[in-house]
């Protein structure tokens, strides 16, 4: 297809605390949708930038942002109070992306923990948008997280929520792509660790949201590697079995590992992704 001129920019906006997130944008000289990439733990937006220029010459206005802590976004690095922060920053980002374009559809990605963030803004919040796509949803707790461990971050977060443990994120288990996984250890906005507050509020919205898929009232699309070591392909399966209502699909990709956008099959991916935006539009 003509390749097209992408228009990138970049700045801040004022979350509802006033925190400042820092916000990329994609932009075609016309759009036929808008799109919101929310990223996942530890990393940055600015790791999308091949999403978002590849989806902006296919007609999409796609805009993205460092969660708080997160990148080049203000908060202590790795750390939130309350998930609902997460929550909140997103829906202050989609009214902003709103207004910049009223008369386009709004959809929703998030990958990993943006997954997360994403599933429980359509669980409890139930934007204004056209419909969502996650990659590689956090949506089950890991298994080497016992019942007990749980219950010691619940006790650590009330004496000492910033006190820091590991991310748990192996760069290996990301992508197949040697080079992404270089990229990816020596990126100097990617972090290891992170904050008891931040994990033990994760520990407690993974299964809340993963139990309430029911409340979805928008079509959604749940990408996966089944090789995913991080997020189990497993737990988009249960999800997508829970959801109501039609226009949903799971694509589940054999040997992909967790960062489908970023594995060497990257392109198939984002052309099922457009494809099933195609049919939602038809």
């Known amino acids: ?7 990138r920019s970049q ?6 605390d006033g925190t400042r997130l820092l916000r990329r944008a994609w932009l075609p ?7 919101v990439l ?11 930038d091949h999403v978002g220029a590849w989806l902006s010459t296919r007609d999409c206005a796609v805009h993205a942002y ?13 750390h939130v109070n309350a998930f609902s922060e997460l929550l909140d920053d997103l829906e ?30 359509l669980v409890e919040r139930k934007p204004d948008v056209a419909c969502a796509v996650v990659s590689g949803p956090a949506l089950e707790i890991p298994e080497h997280v016992s019942p007990a461990r749980r219950r010691l971050a619940r006790l650590l977060r009330r004496i000492a929520p910033r006190l820091r443990m590991s991310a748990g994120l192996d760069a290996e288990h990301l992508s197949r792509d040697p080079a992404v996984v270089r990229g990816y250890l020596e990126d100097p906005l990617v972090f290891r660790r992170i904050t008891v507050s931040l994990a033990s509020e994760l520990l407690e919205a993974v299964p809340r949201t993963a139990a309430a898929a029911f409340r979805v009232q928008v079509p959604m699309l749940l990408l996966h590697g089944e090789a995913d070591r991080l997020c189990p392909a497993r737990a988009s399966r249960a999800f997508h079995g ?10 589940v990709y054999p040997q992909l590992r967790h960062e489908i956008f970023n594995e060497p099959e990257h392109e198939q991916v984002l052309e099922d992704l457009l494809g099933w935006l195609h049919e939602r539009e038809g």
């Open 66 to 78: 460092d969660q708080r802590g997160h990148g080049r976004s203000e908060g202590v690095r790795g």
């Open 11 to 16: 700045g801040k906006f004022a979350a509802p």
């Open 1 to 7: 297809m003509e390749r097209r001129v992408v228009r």
């Open 92 to 121: 202050c980002f989609l009214q902003l992306v709103r207004r910049e374009h009223p008369d386009l559809p709004l959809v929703l990605v998030g990958h990993s923990m943006g997954g997360l963030v994403t599933a429980a803004l």
């Open 38 to 48: 929310v990223h996942g733990l530890a990393e940055h937006s600015g790791r999308y």
């Open 29 to 35: 000289r016309e759009a036929r949708r808008a799109v």
């Open 242 to 251: 829970q959801l109501r209502g039609s226009g949903h699909r799971l694509r």
